[in-house]
């Protein structure tokens, strides 16, 4: 079970919040397994500091005892030299096995965070996804799950591990030579530390600064991908490489600046490591003319001061990088902070679908509170009957749709399936009983058989195929090389606007919902396919729940009920020979698109030609 990640309270800091964030990741829940690997990680490092620190010293008798004049045993020199390197291999072999085994750890770490992230993003609101901009938010993304493994192998086996082996040191420097040895490294460590995390906070807003133009640089080159047919269409090519180069010259700059920062870094962390080499080994010397240390000393100082430059130089780096991470993960979990608007209540219990009875209760509604779209809308489709919403562009057609499946909840009134209010059952069982062919229908860059399949995953390929009938796509689909597996393009431009709209239809008919929904199911279709897949929608809506929002008046003939909006209130409703007699809104609607209709046979007539799709087919 992923681990819940809980926003801390306000005041905390942006870092502070990003490290209580991963506390759970680093600490998994209910994951003995892995908190054993933590523990013994944590041990094989002990383990590794701790034959680090006697290098120096194996190093320094063993100069003492190959020294000229010097008394010793015969095997004294070889044993120490011996026990040099066996320090020196089992601080490199503890090491390793650390590493090995925390990996389990920090890679179970990124795949958890980056589920959570994902998961989340699917949970939030219609309105988080109409507003975002993918190509900064993937960015972001990526570079946030990228930092994680850095974030837990750094904060754990190297921030705290070098500074206690920098204490490790110091203390032995003191017990071997005196205060001023100790006091001379403690110095040299706490000013190298200070400044480095004074530079490395300063670079932060650089860094910041470098990741916002990288994702500003990369949402324009996205979206401009995106939208490559309009971007032809109106010749756009240059005014678009124009905006990206911008953008791209912004990040450069900022790019330079975050190196040239990095190099007053390096140059200043150098600087103080070599003051202090300079200040211990000169105090060193002068001990040695006083006949206060031996030569061994000498180079076991020497080689202590070399080895604690080390962790020195990779605290600096460790620190930079720390801090980057932690610029990198904050705009990630600050997507987890995200309020998802449109959330089930607390024990919210799927919905029962008894025979798919849709109500819309007074619904006042706005995407935006000062602008309302729908002014209290009511009407119901009895279980198994078909309602028809038409009315002119703007009238909040498409509205009905997204609040039945609850991407808003509205401001007033309820909607209900069998008298149950969608905002006190489940959202996936919600639409889960729903079936839609959406007015602008989006496929997945895959193939022709896995969008179908899309909609039960797991349906047989008889069923797919099936419903690939209903939607007289079938034949199509066969005369192309590649047949259900052909590819069929990002947010499928591969394929015609029909050739989609059949895809998004056979979709919905495998689902096999109690509720059926059809948002302009067949505007992109040739009036003889339409005929053809009307006839089919008959049969499969048949005992079902539908509602059809049209513009196209002639495919709502048969509907039970016809609701006609006008700038969101219903203005008038009955049957479809009701409301031509009527002589209202609906009549005159109809007499337009009769004229319209007459218009174009007149010029389909012989002498006119009426234009194909603009788009290539793939059959091509």
Not at 103 to 121: E, G, K, M, P
Not at 432 to 458: E, K, S
Not at 606 to 615: A, K, S, V
Request: aromatic share 8%; with cysteine; net charge neutral.
């Amino acid at each position: 079970m992923t681990p819940p990640i809980t926003p801390p309270p306000e005041k905390s800091s942006g870092d502070l919040r990003t490290i209580r964030s991963l506390l759970p990741y680093l600490w998994p829940a209910n994951e003995p397994g892995l908190r054993l690997r933590v523990v013994l990680a944590v041990f094989c490092l002990l383990l590794a500091k701790a034959a680090n620190v006697t290098i120096p010293l194996v190093y320094g008798r063993a100069v003492d005892a190959l020294s000229p004049g010097r008394e010793h045993l015969a095997l004294l020199p070889l044993t120490i030299i011996l026990g040099y390197g066996l320090a020196r291999l089992s601080a490199a072999l503890f090491d390793q096995l650390r590493s090995a085994v925390f990996q389990h750890v920090a890679q179970r770490a990124i795949r958890r965070v980056a589920l959570t992230v994902f998961r989340h993003l699917h949970a939030l609101s219609l309105r988080f996804h109409v507003e975002r901009q993918t190509g900064g938010l993937s960015r972001s993304i990526e570079r946030g799950t990228n930092a994680i493994d850095n974030i837990l192998s750094f904060a754990l086996f190297n921030v705290v591990p070098t500074l206690v082996e920098l204490a490790l040191a110091a203390g032995i420097l003191w017990h071997l030579f005196g205060v001023n040895y100790a006091i001379a490294t403690v110095a040299t460590v706490g000013i190298y530390i200070f400044y480095t995390i004074k530079v490395a906070n300063w670079r932060m807003s650089i860094r910041r600064a470098m990741n916002e133009s990288d994702s500003a640089a990369n949402t324009k080159a996205i979206d401009s991908l995106l939208n490559a047919e309009t971007v032809k269409y109106f010749v756009a090519e240059e005014h678009e490489a124009r905006r990206y180069d911008e953008a791209l010259a912004k990040y450069e700059r900022h790019a330079v600046r975050t190196q040239t920062s990095l190099a007053w870094l390096n140059i200043g962390q150098s600087f103080i490591i070599a003051l202090g080499l300079t200040v211990v080994m000169t105090m060193s010397a002068y001990a040695i003319e006083a006949g206060e240390m031996s030569v061994g000393d000498f180079v076991l100082v020497n080689t202590y001061l070399l080895q604690l430059a080390a962790p020195l130089g990779v605290f600096g780096w460790v620190y930079s990088s720390l801090k980057q991470g932690l610029v990198d993960m904050e705009k990630m979990f600050e997507l987890l902070r995200v309020d998802r608007e449109v959330a089930d209540k607390p024990g919210a219990q799927p919905l029962q679908v008894r025979g798919g009875e849709v109500a819309f209760e007074n619904i006042r509604f706005g995407y935006d509170p000062r602008r309302e779209i729908l002014h209290g809308v009511s009407f119901r489709v009895p279980a198994g009957k078909t309602l028809a919403i038409v009315g002119p562009t703007g009238a909040g057609k498409s509205t009905i749709s997204r609040l039945l499946f609850r991407f808003y909840d509205a401001a007033d009134g309820r909607v209900t399936i069998d008298g149950q209010d969608v905002r006190d059952v489940t959202q996936t069982s919600v639409r889960g009983a729903i079936g839609i062919v959406p007015q602008d229908t989006v496929l997945f860059n895959d193939t022709i058989y896995y969008n179908i399949a899309y909609g039960r995953p797991g349906a047989t390929k008889e069923a797919i195929e099936h419903a690939a009938r209903m939607a007289e796509i079938h034949d199509f689909v066969m005369t192309l090389p590649d047949g259900y597996e052909t590819k069929v393009g990002e947010r499928g431009l591969k394929l015609s606007g029909g050739e989609k709209q059949r895809v998004a239809i056979a979709r919905a008919l495998l689902k096999d919902p109690p509720i059926m929904l059809f948002d302009e199911a067949t505007s992109a279709l040739d009036t003889a396919t339409e005929r053809g897949i009307q006839a089919n929608l008959r049969a499969a809506s048949s005992g079902r729940t539908t509602l059809i929002i049209a513009h196209r008046l002639s495919t709502v003939i048969d509907a039970d009920e016809i609701v006609v909006l006008e700038k969101g209130r219903v203005a008038e409703r009955g049957t479809f020979d009701q409301l031509r007699a009527a002589d209202g809104i609906f009549a005159t609607m109809w007499a337009k698109q009769q004229e319209q209709q007459n218009l174009a046979a007149q010029s389909a007539a012989p002498g006119f030609q009426l234009e194909g799709e603009i788009r290539e087919p793939l059959r091509g």
